[in-house]
């Protein structure tokens, strides 16, 4: 484990974007930078801040926790669904396959819990029993367990709007995903999020809710993008409750916590993070990584941008083409 000291003087003074000459074009997301190379993709994941779809600043080490624990999840997954992994050459760039993404969003949910329009739990206030097109029992209090896992499904959120809700109904009268491959995508998606329950009760946490992105690959149902990191998941610290009663979080709602009792809700300019409270928020992502991998988190050098292209120009020239051979 890194100690705090260790993680502060590793905090960035500047936000650098990575420059991969020779790759295809960047696309630049809120969390990572995305080139394309032949049929894969080379996915970058910074140290940038998702929270409130905004870049706020950043935090040290996080892209290489999210790069490295969804590489992990990829392994421990595999038997349910395949996914995008070609392979992790760098502490923060994963070679995925090129896929051809569905235009749903997948979001897997074990609790009735959140505060946004949208959540579960609003939704349970004003008296909706069957958001989503899912049938909620009465009695239910904030943060209960749900029956079971039960998927809502979103639109993809594009140019900062908020996801629009969806029933299964929907997906397949509208001919976002036809029957046969949403009734795959629902399957792959209830046993992948019992799985990562699973591991994050062994390791004292619990998995609230998490995103999944599906997409094809040679035509098949295939997991892309990130999967159960502090940024795509919702983890709680089993039995431990902050000040306010809310379950301790291990996840970016620590982060966005601290936004709004600032007074900060996603307009103007976001206040400054203190140094310690960034220590503080990268102490619990490496700890959740290292919490249900049961791995000792190894960091690899700062600042990452020349770094990358060397070592992705020497993957790419060793072993790409023996990669797309076996892909």
């Given at each position: 484990m890194?100690?705090?000291?260790?993680?502060?003087d590793?905090?960035?003074?500047v936000?650098?974007?990575?420059?991969?000459?020779?790759?295809?074009?960047?696309?630049?997301?809120?969390?990572r930078?995305?080139?394309t190379?032949?049929?894969?993709?080379?996915?970058?994941?910074?140290?940038?801040?998702?929270?409130?779809?905004?870049?706020?600043?950043?935090?040290?080490?996080k892209?290489?926790?999210?790069?490295?624990?969804?590489?992990?999840w990829?392994?421990?997954?595999?038997?349910?669904?395949?996914n995008?992994?070609?392979?992790l050459?760098d502490?923060n760039?994963?070679i995925?396959?090129?896929?051809?993404?569905?235009?749903?969003?997948?979001i897997v949910?074990?609790?009735?819990?959140?505060v946004?329009?949208?959540?579960?739990?609003?939704?349970?206030?004003?008296g909706?029993?069957?958001?989503?097109?899912?049938?909620?029992?009465?009695?239910?209090?904030?943060?209960?367990?749900?029956?079971?896992?039960?998927?809502?499904?979103?639109?993809?959120?594009?140019?900062?709007?908020?996801?629009?809700?969806?029933?299964?109904?929907?997906?397949?009268?509208?001919?976002?995903?036809?029957?046969?491959?949403?009734?795959?995508?629902?399957?792959?998606?209830?046993?992948?999020?019992?799985r990562?329950?699973?591991?994050?009760?062994?390791?004292?946490?619990?998995l609230?809710?998490?995103?999944?992105?599906f997409?094809?690959?040679?035509?098949?149902?295939?997991?892309?993008?990130?999967?159960?990191?502090?940024?795509?998941?919702?983890?709680?610290?089993?039995?431990?409750?902050?000040?306010?009663?809310?379950?301790?979080?291990?996840?970016?709602?620590?982060?966005?916590?601290?936004?709004?009792?600032?007074?900060?809700?996603?307009e103007?300019?976001?206040?400054?993070?203190?140094?310690?409270?960034?220590?503080?928020?990268?102490l619990?992502?490496?700890?959740?990584?290292?919490?249900?991998?049961?791995?000792?988190?190894?960091?690899?050098?700062?600042?990452?941008?020349?770094?990358?292209?060397r070592?992705?120009?020497?993957?790419?020239s060793h072993?790409?083409?023996?990669?797309?051979?076996?892909?």
């Amino acid at each position: 484990m890194l100690t705090q000291q260790q993680i502060l003087d590793a905090i960035p003074s500047v936000l650098t974007d990575v420059n991969l000459v020779g790759f295809g074009e960047k696309t630049a997301g809120k969390v990572r930078d995305i080139y394309t190379s032949g049929d894969h993709r080379i996915l970058i994941t910074t140290d940038r801040v998702s929270a409130f779809d905004r870049v706020l600043g950043a935090i040290p080490y996080k892209g290489q926790v999210l790069n490295q624990l969804s590489g992990w999840w990829f392994e421990q997954t595999r038997d349910i669904v395949p996914n995008h992994l070609v392979a992790l050459p760098d502490p923060n760039v994963t070679i995925g396959k090129e896929a051809q993404p569905l235009p749903v969003e997948v979001i897997v949910r074990g609790y009735i819990t959140g505060v946004t329009s949208t959540s579960l739990w609003t939704l349970y206030q004003q008296g909706e029993r069957q958001p989503y097109g899912l049938t909620l029992p009465d009695g239910l209090k904030k943060n209960d367990p749900l029956p079971q896992p039960m998927i809502t499904p979103t639109t993809k959120a594009t140019g900062g709007a908020h996801d629009e809700r969806l029933t299964r109904d929907e997906i397949i009268s509208g001919r976002l995903v036809n029957e046969a491959l949403w009734k795959q995508v629902e399957e792959a998606a209830v046993a992948v999020f019992q799985r990562g329950q699973a591991v994050a009760k062994q390791a004292g946490l619990v998995l609230v809710d998490t995103k999944y992105e599906f997409g094809l690959i040679d035509g098949k149902l295939a997991l892309i993008d990130e999967i159960h990191t502090p940024d795509s998941s919702r983890y709680w610290i089993a039995d431990v409750y902050g000040e306010d009663g809310e379950p301790e979080s291990f996840d970016k709602e620590f982060l966005r916590r601290w936004f709004v009792q600032q007074g900060y809700k996603g307009e103007g300019t976001p206040p400054i993070m203190p140094p310690e409270f960034v220590a503080q928020v990268a102490l619990r992502y490496i700890t959740a990584y290292e919490k249900l991998t049961g791995a000792v988190f190894e960091p690899g050098e700062q600042p990452y941008g020349e770094r990358i292209a060397r070592n992705l120009s020497t993957y790419q020239s060793h072993s790409l083409d023996g990669a797309k051979r076996q892909a």
